[in-house]
């Protein structure tokens, strides 16, 4: 195995030897659980920690190492290393933190493609397949849509939510499979590029991990059902890593989520909802909120069948969504600016009481 195939370009060797990192060794988190790493290189794979300059030095989360990350190390006792630099990433796939006030949470790093997953059964909901495109585009990843358990519909159920699904979401990558008959599979086999990241993301329930057993073609990960009480997914997947695929592809399972919160990702919403972007530009006002005013051009596509509702009413949504975060995060910054002001004086006042 060499570097590059797990992923390592020569933009990642120059800032390495443009950063005097050279005399480290260099490998990719490929397993993150609550601040305990998995760092893999050519040869081995290792448990890692962070040294105290990096996590001090840290300001936000997102400044710790993630799964998909190239790191610089250096090992230290029996399959142990030291992480002392995280490289910078091509790409980041986020969302907004769960609870968190004005926060992200990172996903994964450095992907090419993300299959979006969602079951033909209980979980199809296509206003939650534009949310993980949305975050998609905001991150520059190529989306992969995948339809799972098609064995428990027929086929002209399948082929009227793939006309659903076209209706609204239209160029992107669609692959119908069954993780159970294997329906699917091997085209999908087909569509992974060796030495390419690919991430999978989805709800609780919808068979990444059975996805990912049947790519492996092994029983890597743990499966579980839909709840039948509650009809909502069992968390099986605890926690992000990284797995090569025999065909030389590389893939990140993920927790599955409940919620799919959207951060600051103006250019990901412009592009998933592109009609409505376009249509935008010939509205009377340009600050159209697209809801009430006279000479909107989104809401005379509407009233003219040009534009799906739902596909609009997720669209004004998720655009709120994103405002609304926006505004926490102006907010905390203003915040934290204060009360790095109020430390300051403080800090100034007791030294002048000195003297």
Not at 30 to 52: C, M, P, Q, S, W
Not at 154 to 163: E, F, G, Y
Not at 197 to 209: A, D, H, I, R
Request: with cysteine.
């Amino acid at each position: 195995m060499t570097l590059e195939e797990l992923g390592y370009s020569q933009e990642l060797e120059n800032y390495r030897k443009e950063n005097n990192f050279d005399s480290f060794g260099v490998g990719r988190v490929i397993l993150e659980h609550k601040e305990r790493y998995a760092v893999k290189t050519v040869d081995n794979e290792f448990d890692a920690e962070i040294i105290g300059n990096l996590r001090f030095a840290a300001q936000t989360r997102s400044d710790f190492p993630a799964v998909g990350d190239w790191v610089a190390i250096s090992e230290y006792g029996e399959n142990k290393v030291l992480i002392h630099a995280v490289f910078p990433r091509k790409t980041i796939i986020e969302r907004q933190a769960v609870g968190k006030y004005g926060e992200k949470q990172i996903i994964a790093t450095n992907i090419d493609f993300a299959f979006i997953v969602q079951a033909v059964d209980q979980d199809f909901n296509i206003n939650r397949i534009e949310r993980y495109l949305t975050i998609c585009n905001a991150s520059n990843v190529e989306p992969i849509i995948i339809l799972n358990k098609i064995d428990l519909i027929d086929n002209a159920t399948l082929s009227d939510l793939v006309s659903k699904v076209r209706k609204r979401i239209k160029q992107i990558p669609l692959i119908a499979i069954s993780n159970e008959s294997k329906e699917g599979i091997e085209d999908l086999q087909k569509s992974i590029v060796a030495g390419k990241t690919y991430c999978l993301l989805g709800s609780s329930g919808v068979g990444k991990s059975s996805l990912l057993n049947n790519l492996l073609e092994k029983q890597q990960m743990k499966t579980n059902t839909i709840s039948t009480s509650t009809n909502k997914g069992r968390h099986i997947t605890s926690h992000r890593e990284l797995t090569l695929l025999e065909n030389g592809g590389i893939i990140i399972d993920n927790p599955g989520m409940r919620e799919v919160g959207i951060a600051d990702s103006g250019s990901g919403v412009e592009k998933t909802f592109e009609t409505i972007t376009q249509l935008s530009k010939n509205c009377k006002f340009s600050d159209c909120t697209h809801t009430t005013e006279i000479g909107c051009a989104v809401l005379v596509a509407i009233t003219n069948g040009e534009i799906d509702v739902n596909a609009y009413e997720n669209y004004l949504k998720i655009e709120k969504e994103k405002e609304h975060f926006e505004s926490t995060v102006a907010e905390k910054r203003k915040k934290d600016k204060e009360f790095g002001k109020m430390i300051k004086h403080f800090k100034n006042s007791k030294k002048s009481n000195k003297y």
